[in-house]
């Protein structure tokens, strides 16, 4: 348990659906970040919120739209995905402002687009 | 941010030590060194983290050289649980992004 909580564990979507994952964090973290991980890859780094504004944004398509509502929740909303999307998608959390800050991540959420 | 370097993969055996060395020649005055560990279909789990010299944990050691440009991640004796892929990170920690490169997958036989 690492004080991150993603929901659901796993997904199964259709390109023409809509669809949102959840993550939520009980560690009074400031910052919060959405990572897609494909098979055999490196996490790749999608969204960073500071402070709830968006800081990073990194070339994500617009069918990914993540929503920062408090410091302790987080979403990714999906929508017209296709299949190449399917991925682990893993939520963290992290104190910014500290110079030893560490991330925290959620167990993820395992995507399949059909 | 500082770019790192790791071994793809590594091999050992249950009970032996196993050293995972990262580069990061242009590392800044400013940053820490932080190791990760990863199991399939999980989200990365903090192992330890380090600024200079030698860091030691109830899991981990880290050994950082006086010119910083790299650091060992040491596993003593090992289990078959320990296989997994272990990243090396290094960023600012005012403004740190934990962004991850390929890291090291180590595989433990019996």
């Known amino acids: 348990e690492t004080g991150v909580t993603q929901t659901p564990r796993h997904l199964v979507m259709g390109m023409t659906n809509k669809k949102s994952l959840k993550c939520e964090q009980h560690l009074g973290h400031n910052a919060m970040y959405w990572y897609k991980q494909s098979a055999k890859k490196p996490l790749e780094l999608m969204f960073v919120?500071?402070?709830?504004?968006?800081?990073e944004n990194n070339s994500v398509p617009s069918r990914f739209s993540p929503e920062c509502p408090n410091s302790s929740h987080l979403f990714l909303h999906l929508h017209t995905l296709q299949p190449e999307d399917s991925a682990l998608y893993l939520c963290?959390?992290?104190?910014?402002?500290?110079?030893?800050?560490?991330?925290?991540f959620g167990q993820g959420t395992r995507l399949t687009v059909v | 941010l500082a770019k790192t370097t790791q071994p793809i993969s590594m091999d050992s055996y249950e009970g032996q030590e196993v050293n995972i060395t990262c580069s990061h020649n242009?590392?800044?005055?400013?940053?820490?060194i932080t190791w990760y560990q990863q199991f399939p279909s999980q989200g990365p789990r903090f192992i330890i983290q380090?600024?200079?010299t030698k860091v030691t944990n109830e899991v981990a050691s880290l050994f950082i050289p006086a010119d910083r440009k790299s650091s060992t991640l040491s596993l003593p004796r090992v289990s078959l649980s320990d296989t997994a892929v272990y990243y090396c990170l290094v960023g600012l920690g005012g403004s740190y992004i934990p962004t991850f490169g390929r890291g090291t997958s180590l595989i433990v036989h019996p």
């Open positions: 242009n590392i800044a005055t400013n940053d820490y």
């Open positions: 919120y500071s402070l709830e504004e968006r800081v």
């Open positions: 963290a959390s992290s104190q910014g402002g500290q110079k030893n800050t560490e991330a925290f």
């Open positions: 380090g600024y200079k």
